[in-house]
Structures are given as C-alpha cells and as structure tokens.
C-alpha cells in the first residue's frame, strides 16, 4: 500500500465509531453473526511469552464490500390506501436479514429486487432471506405506495459499502493484517454489515475537518481503482484481511498483554499527510481489565501537532495503533463528540483473538 494522501471525490461511510460523553453509540463497524470459537486463532499464549511480533500499521485503507444480496438497512412505514401500510414488518421482516432469493431467483443487486418487486404487484412473492446464516422463506405481498403509485414492502436495502479506515498491524508474512479496531456497521440501524466479497483498497487523503466539541472531525479522501487485497473477515473487535503486495513496513514490534497496559504516557500512529505514518504522543488510562470486547482504555491526545492537525481524534483514525514502553498495546477505536481530544481504544490480544484462523 501506497504511503501517500490526497481527497475524497466520492462520499463514503468513514469507518470509525463515535460516542458522546453519555456513551451513546452513533456508529460502529462489524461482521454479520458470531464467530464459533473454532473459527477464531488462540494467541493467548503468544502474546504471553512475547514470541509474536507484529509490523505495526498506522497506514489508511479503503475498502468495498458487497453483502451477496439485499441486506435490509431499515423496515419502514409508508401509506397505501390512505393508511399506514409495512408489507414487510407484517411478514415478519427485520433489519439485518439479507434478501437472496427472489422467486427462487438469485437475488444479487438492490436494481433487480426492486423491478422484481414492483414487477410483482398484489400478487406477492416469495422471498429467501438469510438472518444470522439460516435460511427462510417468507411469502409477501407488496402493497401501493400513495405517494408515487409504485408496489413496495417498505424496506430500505442496501448491496454495497465502501470507506476508509486504518490499518493496526500486519502479521510477519508481510500481508495478512487487521485494522478498525470494531466493526463495520450500517450507518442507519448499526446493524453488522455482512461480507460476502470485499477488496482493500489505497487511498488518497487531501484534506482534514478538525474535531470539534460536538462536531467530530475527518479524514477526508478518495478510495483508489483497483483492488490492492482481499477483505475476509468483519468482527466486532476490527476487520481482517489480506493485501496483495507488502506495505512500507517499518520494524516489528512485540505485543502488550492486556495486564501490560497501564495507565500513563503512549505514542499513536498515523497517517495524515503526505509525508506518511508519524507518531504522536498521548494518554492511557482508565484501563480496565474486564471481559469486554472494546472500549478497554481512554485515551487523551497529548500532542500539540496533532491537536493543531486535527482537533484531536477524528473519523479515519479509526484502528491506528498505539504503541506503549516499545509494545503494541492496542487501537484507537472511538471518540467523544462532546471531547474531540478523548476517546476509546480496544486491547490488541482482543483483535488478535478474533483474527479468524483461516489467515493464519
């Protein structure tokens, strides 16, 4: 992955997680359904006896995703008949179930499961929806919306979604990495996203929206054409996957234990500029040492660059690592609205611990 930044020119979802000071969540990002324990890859022991070293990232990402259906961002209302009329919440539909199969027809871009349904009239249809990976059919029958005389069920449905992020660490074969720190969510009901395919990207950032009380900031950029690696997996605790040709790595690091963090003075990485990945200091505390996922430590920018910068935490930084008595302690995840200068960080043995095991 290139080093370099420059602009936006389309709007993408930034992938990053915010928080006011009441902890009231307006965002998120993850995978669709649970992870088995056999699936995922045990580093407890690793990280124990300091055997595993990590390249740490810092460096942005883009990604594309594709949900292999229609994955159902809301269930809404709308008025048939001079009455509030929900086709789909009458048969039981809900956010977060992905349309496959229209009729028995494959189901693959938002376009045709609107014609098919406009197409169906008050005759209905069967849909093949999939929620929490089982399988169901569910018969339906599309209702007129007053307000342009089109059949609808009354869902709002979404097949693809594309944003940036930062990349945490990369394994030591120089390809296989995680970044985020949380999941990748639908902006509307913070459902997980589901992945049935996904490409990571290089981006270009050009400029940043400074953070300010009750107005989080940005990265702001583009996502470049042509694929650079393959997303494989999307959790709560970050996402995962596999880039085509190594990054600008600089040296690896070894990993922090979760006992190991300690409140007290740490060093963030990250790219907001052209001039690449850059360190710049700030506080860990509140650490605690419970069985939560995420939101493990606070973390307070201490830097005056990058308060100058930034503002403080912004959207985009979302998964740069943090590096602390020469150890990888963890990522940046969130930040206040109501304290652009503070936010959360998730644990590293916690994101190792969701890597899934098929890219070890």
Same mark, same amino acid.
């Given at each position: 992955?290139?080093?370099?930044?420059?602009?936006?020119? *389309?709007?993408? +979802?930034?992938?990053?997680?915010?928080?006011?000071?009441?902890?009231?969540? &307006?965002?998120? !990002?993850?995978?669709?359904?649970?992870?088995?324990?056999?699936?995922?890859?045990?580093?407890?022991?690793?990280?124990? @006896?300091?055997?595993?070293?990590?390249?740490?990232?810092?460096?942005?990402?883009?990604?594309?995703?594709?949900?292999? /259906?229609?994955?159902?961002?809301?269930?809404?209302?709308?008025?048939?008949?001079?009455?509030?009329?929900?086709?789909?919440?009458?048969?039981?539909?809900?956010?977060?179930?992905?349309?496959?199969?229209?009729?028995?027809?494959?189901?693959?871009?938002?376009?045709? !499961?609107?014609?098919?349904?406009?197409?169906?009239?008050?005759?209905?249809?069967? &849909?093949?929806?999939?929620?929490?990976?089982?399988?169901?059919?569910?018969?339906?029958?599309?209702?007129?919306?007053?307000?342009?005389?089109?059949?609808?069920?009354?869902?709002?449905?979404?097949?693809?979604?594309?944003?940036?992020?930062?990349?945490?660490?990369?394994?030591?074969?120089?390809?296989?990495? /995680?970044?985020?720190?949380?999941?990748?969510?639908?902006?509307?009901?913070?459902?997980?996203?589901?992945?049935?395919?996904?490409?990571?990207?290089?981006?270009? !950032?050009?400029? !940043?929206?400074?953070?300010?009380?009750?107005?989080?900031?940005?990265?702001?950029?583009?996502? +470049?054409?042509?694929?650079? /690696?393959?997303?494989?997996?999307?959790?709560?605790?970050?996402?995962?996957?596999?880039?085509?040709?190594?990054?600008?790595?600089?040296?690896?690091?070894?990993?922090?234990?979760?006992?190991?963090?300690?409140?007290?003075?740490?060093? *963030? +990485?990250?790219? &907001?500029?052209?001039?690449?990945?850059?360190?710049?200091?700030?506080?860990?505390?509140?650490?605690?040492?419970?069985?939560?996922?995420?939101?493990?430590?606070?973390?307070?920018?201490?830097?005056?660059?990058?308060?100058?910068?930034?503002?403080?935490?912004?959207?985009?930084?979302?998964? @740069?690592?943090?590096?602390?008595?020469?150890?990888?302690?963890?990522?940046?995840?969130?930040?206040?609205?109501?304290?652009?200068? @503070? /936010?959360?960080?998730?644990?590293?043995?916690?994101?190792?611990?969701?890597?899934?095991?098929?890219?070890?």
């Amino acid at each position: 992955m290139k080093n370099k930044l420059k602009s936006f020119g *389309v709007s993408l +979802l930034t992938f990053f997680s915010l928080l006011s000071l009441l902890l009231l969540p &307006l965002g998120g !990002i993850s995978a669709y359904g649970e992870n088995s324990v056999e699936e995922l890859c045990p580093y407890t022991e690793q990280c124990s @006896s300091e055997q595993l070293l990590l390249y740490p990232g810092g460096m942005p990402f883009g990604v594309r995703i594709k949900t292999g /259906g229609a994955f159902i961002c809301a269930v809404i209302d709308f008025t048939s008949g001079g009455a509030n009329a929900s086709p789909a919440r009458d048969a039981g539909l809900c956010t977060g179930d992905i349309i496959i199969k229209v009729n028995g027809e494959d189901a693959t871009d938002v376009r045709g !499961i609107t014609d098919k349904i406009e197409g169906a009239g008050a005759n209905g249809l069967t &849909l093949t929806v999939l929620r929490h990976g089982v399988e169901s059919n569910i018969s339906i029958a599309p209702k007129i919306d007053d307000k342009d005389g089109k059949y609808k069920l009354g869902v709002r449905i979404r097949d693809t979604s594309a944003g940036i992020g930062t990349v945490t660490y990369i394994m030591p074969d120089g390809a296989v990495f /995680g970044g985020l720190g949380h999941g990748i969510c639908d902006s509307e009901n913070g459902e997980l996203i589901p992945i049935a395919s996904g490409s990571v990207n290089e981006v270009e !950032i050009d400029g !940043i929206v400074k953070g300010e009380v009750g107005k989080p900031g940005e990265l702001r950029g583009r996502i +470049l054409a042509g694929s650079a /690696g393959t997303l494989i997996s999307n959790t709560d605790c970050g996402t995962f996957g596999v880039f085509d040709r190594q990054p600008v790595l600089c040296e690896p690091m070894p990993i922090a234990t979760k006992r190991e963090v300690k409140n007290g003075m740490a060093e *963030v +990485l990250c790219s &907001l500029d052209g001039e690449g990945v850059k360190r710049y200091a700030v506080e860990i505390y509140d650490v605690r040492y419970n069985d939560a996922k995420t939101k493990n430590f606070m973390i307070k920018v201490k830097d005056a660059a990058l308060l100058e910068k930034t503002g403080g935490i912004v959207q985009g930084m979302s998964g @740069s690592p943090l590096i602390q008595d020469g150890k990888i302690i963890g990522a940046v995840t969130h930040v206040l609205i109501n304290d652009p200068t @503070s /936010g959360y960080g998730i644990f590293i043995e916690n994101m190792l611990e969701n890597t899934p095991k098929s890219l070890q």
